[in-house]
């Protein structure tokens, strides 16, 4: 079956370590998202890609990295400098990205970091 | 940017009643989602609309692109119905889901 994967589902972090959260999609899709919920807030847009070793700042980058080396996976990188990382990720794809719309959403399960 | 307001924000039901959920938004936008987060926190998209009316078992969605505003409803509703319910919309011009806004969703409880 299609969809996206992400791992690990849990997460917990000393303060001043890197993390990395992996998404994988077997999809097919070009456009990749994350996101981070925090609760009582809507979706916020961290980083997206349109296309292989492309991608772009959302509104909440700082303290983020992503790299996009091959169509199916779009890692998140939260590092040290993130002043506040503990939330809930998801990561996304859609089919395309620039059009008038994006077509339909692909979530994953989502990937929860806890900093101690 | 948009604002994208939900009501009602928590609302719990007897399995049963008919359901409904209300979105509205500021800006002309391109299109609407309904999304449904289930209690593990995976996403699952729900309807794409930018008119009229969809349905899709249970669930029918329906905008009034005048109005700015979409209900999300359910009927017989039943304790698997248990989740947030999101609304996000993008704005005209399409620009992706870069563009999308989110509301905070509806948390929806139905009670056996």
């Known amino acids: 079956d299609g969809g996206i994967t992400q791992s690990p589902k849990y997460l917990f972090r000393k303060e001043g370590q890197n993390v990395t959260l992996s998404c994988e999609q077997n999809?097919?899709?070009?456009?990749m998202y994350w996101y981070r919920q925090d609760p009582g807030q809507g979706l916020r847009l961290i980083y997206y890609?349109?296309?292989?070793?492309?991608?772009q700042k959302g509104d909440i980058a700082e303290g983020y990295s992503v790299s996009r080396e091959k169509k199916e996976s779009f890692p998140l990188t939260v590092t040290s400098a993130q002043k506040n990382p503990t939330a809930f990720y998801l990561c996304?794809?859609?089919?395309?990205?620039?059009?008038?719309?994006?077509?339909?959403?692909?979530f994953g399960e989502g990937s929860r970091l806890t900093v101690l | 940017k948009n604002e994208v307001e939900q009501s009602p924000q928590n609302l719990t039901a007897q399995e049963g009643e008919f359901i409904t959920i209300n979105c509205s938004y500021s800006v002309g936008i391109s299109a609407l989602h309904w999304l449904q987060q289930h209690p593990g926190g995976g996403i699952v998209s729900l309807f794409m609309?930018?008119?009229?009316?969809k349905k899709h078992g249970r669930l029918i969605a329906t905008i009034n692109i005048q109005e700015k505003h979409s209900s999300l409803h359910i009927t017989a509703s039943h304790p698997r119905d248990s989740a947030v319910y999101i609304c996000a919309v993008s704005p005209w011009g399409g620009g992706g889901a870069d563009g999308l806004t989110f509301g905070k969703g509806t948390h929806l409880i139905i009670q056996p």
């Open positions: 996304a794809s859609s089919i395309a990205f620039g059009s008038r719309d994006t077509g339909e959403l692909f």
């Open positions: 999809l097919n899709h070009d456009a």
């Open positions: 890609s349109q296309i292989v070793n492309d991608f």
């Open positions: 609309l930018s008119s009229g009316k």
